[in-house]
C-alpha cells in the first residue's frame, strides 16, 4: 500500500481542486495525506473547511519537510521566494509539480535553490506541470477557492514539462501521480512551452491591458463606462482576476517570446486596418468566416481534449509504490495543523 503524503503551496481555484480530485481518488492501494498552506488565510481555512486538505499549515517550511510530493499553485510573483524557501527543506527524494505558467525560470531556481549531495547530485526533483482543464469550465474564468471542484481535471490534460536532467524515476512519480487523477498526460519541452505560453497566456494579459487602457483613455471614456456589457467584462476578467505583480512577471520574464507575439498582432492589426482603409464590407466578412471557421475547428477539438500530436507518457518500469517512494526510510507522521 503506497502512503503518500503531498503538500499543496496556493490554495486557489487550482490547487484547491487539487486536494478535492485527491481525495476523490483515495482508495486501499493509494493513501494521501494532503497538506495545504496559503499566504491568504482565509483561503487556507477555505480549503481545509471544504475537505481539500488534510492538514492546514500556515508554515511554509513545516509544510513541505516531510512531503513526497510538493504542488506548487501559488500566485507566479511569488514562485522565486517559494523555491528559496522549500528548496533545503524537503526531503530527498522529494518530487516538486510547478504548474507555474513558465518553465524554463522555474528550473533556474530549482537549480539554484534545491539540496544537493555531495556529488553535487539534486536530491529534490522538478517536473514542470500545465493543467489543461475540463472543457466544461473553459468560459469559466473565476479563481478563487470557493471555486474549485474536485472535476475540474475530468476530461482533461496534464502537460509535464521536466527539466532535461530529471531522473526517470520522478518523471514516473508525477506521471503516476497525475494519471490517478483519471486525466491524460501529454508531454513538451520546457523551452517549447515557454514560446507558447507567450502567445496563449502572455499576449492575452498585454492585449486585455492594451485595450482596456484605449477605452479609459479615450476622451469619451465618462459616457462610454456607462455603456459596457458582456464584450467588455469578457474582454478584460483578466485585471480583476489577477495581481499586478502577477501579470508583470507572467509577460516580462518571457518577454523575447512574448515580443515576436506582440508583433504577429501588430501585423494582423495592420492588415485589419488595411481592409477597413481600402477594402469592403464584403472583405471584412470574407476575414471574419474564415476565422470563424478555423475557430469552430479548434473548439470541436478543445471541448474533446485529444491531441494525437502531442508526445505521450513514455514507459517507464517503476510504479507509484516502487521507485522513489519505494526506496524511502519511513518518515515521520505527517505535520500537524497550527490552526
Not at 25 to 33: G, P, W
Not at 264 to 272: G, M, P, S, T, V
Request: glycine share 6%.
Amino acid at each position: 500500500m503506497a502512503q503518500v503524503t503531498v503538500t499543496i503551496i496556493g490554495l486557489g481555484r487550482l490547487g484547491a481542486s487539487v486536494g478535492l480530485a485527491i481525495k476523490r481518488i483515495a482508495s486501499k492501494e493509494h493513501k494521501f495525506t494532503v497538506v495545504g498552506t496559503d499566504t491568504n488565510a482565509q483561503n487556507l481555512q477555505t480549503a481545509h473547511k471544504m475537505k481539500a486538505i488534510d492538514v492546514a499549515e500556515r508554515h511554509l517550511d513545516t509544510a513541505v519537510q516531510n512531503a513526497d510530493l510538493v504542488i506548487i499553485a501559488a500566485a507566479y510573483e511569488l514562485i522565486e521566494d517559494i523555491y528559496s524557501a522549500i528548496g533545503e527543506v524537503m526531503r530527498p527524494g522529494a518530487v516538486v509539480i510547478d504548474t507555474s505558467p513558465l518553465k524554463l525560470p522555474s528550473i533556474a531556481w530549482a537549480q539554484e535553490h534545491f539540496k544537493k549531495d555531495a556529488d553535487n547530485r539534486p536530491e529534490v526533483y522538478l517536473v514542470g506541470a500545465v493543467p489543461v482543464v475540463n472543457p466544461a469550465y473553459l468560459e469559466d474564468v473565476r479563481n478563487t477557492t470557493e471555486s474549485a471542484s474536485a472535476d475540474l481535471f475530468d476530461k482533461g490534460l496534464f502537460i509535464l514539462a521536466p527539466a532535461a536532467d530529471c531522473p526517470n524515476e520522478a518523471i514516473k512519480l508525477a506521471t503516476d501521480f497525475v494519471g490517478l487523477l483519471g486525466v491524460q498526460v501529454r508531454f513538451i519541452d520546457p523551452v517549447e512551452h515557454d514560446g507558447i505560453v507567450a502567445a496563449t497566456q502572455g499576449l492575452p494579459a498585454l492585449l486585455q491591458l492594451a485595450f482596456f487602457r484605449t477605452l479609459y483613455l479615450a476622451p469619451s471614456w465618462d459616457d462610454m463606462r456607462k455603456l459596457t456589457n458582456s464584450q467588455v467584462g469578457l474582454a478584460t476578467y483578466l485585471l480583476d482576476q489577477n495581481r499586478a505583480q502577477d501579470l508583470a512577471a507572467l509577460v516580462y520574464r518571457n518577454k523575447d517570446n512574448v515580443l515576436r507575439t506582440v508583433n504577429a498582432l501588430i501585423a494582423q492589426l495592420d492588415e485589419l486596418r488595411d481592409i477597413l482603409t481600402k477594402g469592403d464590407e464584403l472583405d471584412l466578412a470574407q476575414v471574419y468566416a474564415d476565422g470563424m471557421s478555423r475557430y469552430v475547428l479548434w473548439r470541436s477539438a478543445r471541448d474533446k481534449n485529444d491531441w494525437d500530436d502531442m508526445p505521450k507518457a513514455p514507459e517507464f518500469t517503476p510504479t507509484l509504490m516502487g521507485g522513489l517512494l519505494g526506496r524511502r526510510k519511513p518518515k515521520d507522521d505527517a505535520t500537524k495543523s497550527r490552526d
